[in-house]
């Protein structure tokens, strides 16, 4: 299963953009991860594959929204009220098929997308 992420870019403190994943084939739970410059890969968000059931990290509790398609399969997340420091390559994640329990850890995720560069300034 390959993932496409879209829908990074540029935006000003207080804006917002929304990304998508596409992947190829069904998936199990998905979700986001970030990477800012000379940190660690952090969980983002997860979804399970229904939509039903969702988790989120502290920081963007209340900013961010996750959710599914679940006829394409695909993934969004939409990103309200943005500060600099959500500057980060963002990638979408899934588990293997029949795996729909939350985890925040990157290394339970066997599907990963290319990443897209989300760039917020103040």
């Known amino acids: 299963v390959q993932l496409q992420a879209f829908g990074g870019g540029l935006v000003q403190a207080g804006g917002s953009l929304r990304l998508s994943c596409a992947p190829s084939g069904r998936t199990g739970r998905m979700g986001w991860f970030r990477q800012a410059p000379g940190k660690d890969r952090e969980f983002v968000a997860t979804i399970t594959s229904s939509g039903e059931n969702t988790a989120y990290a502290d920081f963007v509790k209340g900013r961010f929204t996750i959710s599914r398609d679940a006829a394409r399969n695909a993934a969004y997340l939409q990103m309200n009220n943005l500060k600099p420091e959500d500057t980060a390559v963002y990638y979408c994640?899934?588990?293997?098929?029949?795996?729909?329990?939350?985890?925040?850890?990157?290394?339970?995720?066997?599907?990963w997308g290319q990443g897209t560069l989300v760039t917020v300034s103040s």
């Open positions: 994640a899934g588990r293997r098929g029949g795996h729909d329990l939350h985890s925040g850890n990157a290394g339970d995720y066997r599907y």
